[in-house]
């Protein structure tokens, strides 16, 4: 089995950590580490992870001192001691096997880059169609346009050094411009339909259902037509979520 550097960005997370890290400790496939990359929370993300250290021997805790999505996902990259990546936001949820059938797929296809659906059977009822359509663009859009869901996405340090990595300069749809690049000079493709991740609705429900599926459909559309935004044409900062209840 390849190792893997998993990677978990968070920011104000100590409502959530806790349940990815213990997914990760019930993870069938073990020969990963995992990386925790803070961007200085005022919470107690950084001890509820660290407690974590006796059940994840292979994890770190890194306070890097600044915030940023990109940023955090490049110093992660920095720090892994292995070339399988595998990025995850603070509210992913994962089965058991989850990373044991998306290593198999992987190295079966001989992917570089892996985007992952995300699990429509789990989702909120009212979120089902919206989830489903999704993912359906997913399908379609990486054959000649990649797009991917950063929350939780597979690569490479060689890949994420040729391409020189996230663009930090880019605040929504940095994931979708990373996979667009890697493709270039990568094989990229979306894993399987029966591996997928659960996903926080907490976005949905603060932004908008309708909302957030306009925002990233306009979006998109801009950077099909226009390219990638650089200059923060539609602000959506990192963080600026409300705690929800779940």
Same mark, same amino acid.
């Given at each position: ?7 978990? %960005? ?28 803070? *961007?200085?929370?005022?919470? @107690? #993300?950084?001890?509820? $992870? ?17 915030? +940023?999505?990109?940023?955090? =996902?490049? #110093? ?15 509210? #992913?949820?994962?089965?058991? !096997? ?12 001989? @992917? ?17 169609? +919206?989830?489903?359509?999704?993912? $359906? ?20 340090? #060689? ?23 890697? $493709?270039?000079? *990568?094989?990229?493709?979306?894993? *399987?339909?029966? %591996? ?13 259902? @309708? ?14 037509? @226009?390219?990638?935004?650089? !200059?923060?044409? %539609?602000?959506?900062?990192? +963080?600026?979520? =409300?705690?929800?209840? =779940?």
């Amino acid at each position: 089995m390849k190792p893997v550097s998993i990677v978990i %960005i968070t920011l104000n997370e100590q409502k959530r950590i806790s349940r990815l890290l213990s997914d990760l400790v019930v993870q069938n496939y073990r020969n990963f580490e995992v990386i925790v990359v803070d *961007s200085a929370s005022d919470d @107690l #993300t950084v001890k509820i $992870a660290k407690t974590y250290e006796p059940h994840l021997p292979s994890l770190r805790v890194h306070n890097m001192g600044a915030r +940023g999505v990109s940023l955090g =996902r490049n #110093t992660g990259v920095k720090l892994a001691q292995h070339d399988r990546v595998l990025f995850l936001d603070a509210d #992913t949820r994962l089965e058991p !096997n989850f990373l044991a059938q998306a290593m198999k797929d992987i190295n079966q296809r001989q @992917l570089d880059v892996a985007g992952v659906y995300r699990n429509v059977q789990k989702a909120p009822l009212k979120f089902k169609a +919206g989830y489903g359509v999704f993912n $359906a663009g997913l399908f379609l859009s990486q054959f000649f346009f990649p797009t991917a869901v950063g929350a939780c996405l597979f690569s490479t340090k #060689t890949v994420h050094q040729k391409i020189g990595g996230f663009d930090e300069e880019i605040e929504l749809c940095e994931d979708c411009d990373y996979v667009k690049r890697a $493709a270039k000079t *990568s094989r990229y493709r979306m894993l *399987s339909h029966y %591996i997928a991740f659960e996903f926080d609705p907490r976005r949905l429900v603060q932004d908008g259902y @309708l909302s957030t599926g306009a925002l990233y459909l306009r979006a998109n559309v801009r950077r099909l037509i @226009l390219g990638e935004m650089h !200059n923060q044409e %539609i602000p959506y900062p990192f +963080g600026h979520y =409300r705690e929800q209840s =779940r």
